[in-house]
């Protein structure tokens, strides 16, 4: 399996993300291949999964309550490679 970066922009309404923050998470952490997640300083959230293809991450993606909501304003799924660093190793690539 590959590993895949995404890149999520969220929205402005913060209301609307606070709303559905617990149902967004939960639907992450149910996932298969969810390697690591979180939010970024800058609006945003950085995903880092294991896959077959940026297609699948894609499809599993699509049913995130933030995407259905129109929460995510931007989504960017890209291949990853991990050379160095302590977590290189866990990844069996």
Known sequence: ?????????????????????????????????LLLSGPTDDNGAL?????????????????DPFWTADLITERSVVGWNPVLGPWRDSVDL
């Open 47 to 63: 995903l880092i999964w294991e896959a077959k293809s940026v297609a699948e991450v894609e499809e599993v993606l699509d049913d």
């Open 1 to 33: 399996m590959a590993i895949y970066a995404v890149t999520y922009v969220y929205s402005t309404d913060t209301d609307a993300l606070d709303r559905l923050r617990s149902e967004h998470r939960a639907f992450l952490a149910a996932t298969d291949g």
